[in-house]
């Protein structure tokens, strides 16, 4: 069974400025990939999607891309 | 939001973009100004990080002087401070007013450093191989070590002791 990435690394608040971190969870399309295929837990899916609106908002990562 | 229901004092951090229309000399005086803003409402600042020029993901239009300006890239800079709820309120509506500022986010977070690319690729990278004398020297000595070995075992064979080796060997 995969590992959560998040919790292996100890983290307890993603970050919205981590953008090469949230980076790696999203699809070439920019949309956030499934907790079931990356293996992260749904306590940080939930802070990633947080992290992933913050960082859309403040124009750090698109909402979308071709 | 409701700024009433907690009144005991959290940790926040202020994101913010400037406008790049500012001067390089400008940039370091309006990011004074942004933290002399969150020192007017709350003392305590915990990590600050200073603007730095960005590419924007996208375009931000934002409406100066009654005209759409469009921004491709901005300063990024952001503190990281305590204060309570009340006093955040004030600092929204003092933030919102400022034109240097392009965009802003105030968020909840931890006390601790919460930026982790920095962390995990420090961990990651393992010490790079170094040539040392000392190195070179231990190198040396276990090729000695072998040769040495494998002379004494020529001696024995040349010797005449074949059998006594070969058991040896096998046992």
């Known amino acids: ?33 499934a907790g079931e295929h990356t293996g992260v837990c749904s306590k940080h899916q939930r802070q990633l999607a947080n992290a992933v609106k913050r960082a859309r908002f403040m124009a750090l990562l698109p909402f979308v891309s071709k | 939001m409701d700024h009433n229901e ?43 990080g200073l603007p730095v020029f960005i590419d924007l993901a996208y375009q931000i239009v934002k409406t100066i002087d009654h005209k759409n300006k469009r921004f491709d890239n901005a300063y990024f800079g952001f503190i990281k401070f305590e204060g309570t709820p009340s006093e955040i309120a004030k600092l929204e509506a003092e933030l919102k007013g400022d034109e240097n500022i392009l965009r802003y986010i105030l968020v909840k977070t931890l006390r601790e450093d919460t930026f982790i690319s920095k962390k995990i690729s420090s961990s990651k990278t393992k010490e790079p191989l170094t040539f040392n004398e000392e190195n070179l020297v231990k190198e040396t000595e276990t090729i000695d070590g072998k040769k040495g070995r494998i002379e004494e075992r020529r001696e024995e064979v040349e010797g005449g002791d074949l059998d006594k080796v070969i058991e040896d060997l096998v046992v």
């Open chain 1, 1 to 33: 069974m995969k590992q959560c990435y998040f919790s292996e690394n100890n983290v307890k608040l993603i970050d919205y400025k981590d953008t090469d971190i949230i980076k790696k969870f999203l699809n070439p399309h920019s949309r956030m990939i």
């Open chain 2, 6 to 48: 907690h009144t005991e004092p959290r940790v926040y951090e202020l994101g913010y973009h400037l406008v790049p229309s500012l001067s390089a000399k400008q940039i370091p005086v309006t990011a004074k100004a942004v933290r002399a803003k969150i020192e007017q409402v709350s003392g305590k600042i915990i990590a600050e």
